[in-house]
Antibody
Framework: QVQLVESGGGVVQPGGSLRLSCAAS????????MHWVRQAPGKGLEWVAF????????YYADSVKGRFTISRDNSKNTLYLQMNSLRAEDTAVYYC??????????WGQGTLVTVSS | AIRMTQSPSSLSASTGDRVTITCRAS??????LAWYQQKPGKAPKLLIY???TLQSGVPSRFSGSGSGTDFTLTISCLQSEDFATYYC??????????FGQGTKLEIK
């Protein structure tokens, strides 16, 4: 079945870096755009970034622009999020999500990123 | 940026009740609206897209309506498993999407 599995979360100090991965299976990964969406503890959902099916275009929320980079390796069916210059306000569960022309029918289970000294 | 405002922020209801949650966009978004259900510690689940199209496998007691700036999610006969938090999402500004702040549906 269609599955997304995130990994790479953990505790990092402010100003540090972390790379999240999302392994996709059960569908033709190279045919779909992909999103990252995050959720701070006890808060709502925030769209973070999107990459087109072939990696040709990338889009970011203003809150992460210039600090985060979304990428993909279609040969490995894997989505990435490189997060640099992390701040306390980046603390959240990060979900990778399969795009369906804007709405999201498939979500991963999420990986927790905690930015703290 | 398009802002999405849900009301109410929280709602208490009983099993068997009919409930309605409202979502308002700061500008017209046609029918580019989705609804999600989220339970504690779990990922969101897609319920409705294109404002009123039920996602496969979602019970028919869920329905959506609206276009332009005003949208509603209705649950016709609440079941115990429906107590959760609900989010709307606009995708008019695709690929950037914006979520509402959420509506927590609690047992009365």
């Amino acid at each position: 079945q269609v599955q997304l599995v995130e990994s790479g979360g953990g505790v990092v100090q402010p100003g540090g870096s972390l790379r999240l991965s999302c392994a996709a299976s059960g569908f033709t990964f190279s045919s779909y755009g992909m999103h990252w969406v995050r959720q701070a503890p006890g808060k709502g959902l925030e769209w973070v970034a999107f990459i087109r099916y072939d990696g040709s275009n990338k889009y970011y929320a203003d809150s992460v622009k210039g600090r985060f980079t979304i990428s993909r390796d279609n040969s490995k069916n894997t989505l990435y999020l490189q997060m640099n210059s992390l701040r306390a306000e980046d603390t959240a569960v990060y979900y990778c999500a399969k795009d369906q022309r804007g709405y999201i029918p498939v979500w991963g289970q999420g990986t927790l990123v905690t930015v703290s000294s | 940026a398009i802002r999405m405002t849900q009301s109410p922020s929280s709602l208490s209801a009983s099993t068997g009740d009919r409930v309605t949650i409202t979502c308002r966009a700061s500008q017209g978004i046609s029918s580019y609206l989705a609804w999600y259900q989220q339970k504690p510690g779990k990922a969101p689940k897609l319920l409705i897209y294109a404002a009123s199209t039920l996602q496969s496998g979602v019970p028919s007691r869920f329905s959506g309506s609206g276009s332009g700036t005003d949208f509603t999610l209705t649950i016709s006969c609440l079941q115990s498993e429906d107590f959760a938090t609900y989010y709307c999402q606009q995708y008019y500004s695709y690929p950037q999407g914006t979520f509402g702040q959420g509506t927590k549906l609690e047992i009365k």
